[in-house]
């Protein structure tokens, strides 16, 4: 079983996401602050990560960086902020170039429903089947 880990600063988002990925055969923990998805992203194996760009402590992308210092899994940024990817957000320039077009970094914009949340989960991690 193919195992996603969700970080959002709204419980009511990642309670979302949970019961949307679990309901498709994922395993998914979910976080509400960067300190809690750290300790899960550590104890489990992540196969995809979920990132919320807005957040009190650590925004999105400060995660991303903190995570790309290690081989790391397919990343999903969740936003309702569109201008999160705007060609003046210099961070979003660079996943373009890097993390988008190798296939290991999408974007979901809020709100969103469970078939647009599974079709991007599919596109980067394939279905919940753990591979062999």
């Given at each position: 079983m193919k195992r996603i880990l969700a970080l959002d600063d709204e419980q009511s988002i990642v309670e979302f996401i949970k019961?949307?990925?679990?309901?498709?055969?994922?395993?998914?923990?979910?976080?509400?602050?960067?300190?809690?998805?750290?300790?899960?992203?550590?104890?489990?194996?992540?196969?995809?990560?979920?990132?919320?760009?807005?957040?009190?402590?650590?925004?999105?992308?400060?995660?991303?960086?903190?995570?790309?210092?290690?081989?790391?899994?397919?990343?999903?940024?969740?936003?309702?902020?569109?201008?999160s990817f705007s060609?003046?957000?210099?961070?979003?320039?660079?996943?373009w170039q890097n993390e988008f077009t190798e296939g290991t970094a999408d974007v979901i914009y809020k709100p969103f429903d469970v078939a647009t949340l599974h079709e991007k989960v599919l596109s980067l991690i394939g279905g919940a089947e753990a591979v062999s």
């Open positions: 019961k949307a990925l679990d309901n498709k055969g994922y395993e998914t923990f979910i976080a509400t602050e960067a300190g809690t998805f750290f300790r899960l992203f550590r104890e489990q194996e992540i196969d995809l990560v979920l990132l919320d760009i807005c957040m009190p402590d650590k925004n999105g992308f400060e995660v991303f960086k903190e995570l790309r210092r290690n081989k790391h899994p397919p990343v999903l940024f969740v936003t309702a902020d569109l201008s060609v003046e957000s210099k961070m979003a320039m660079e996943l």
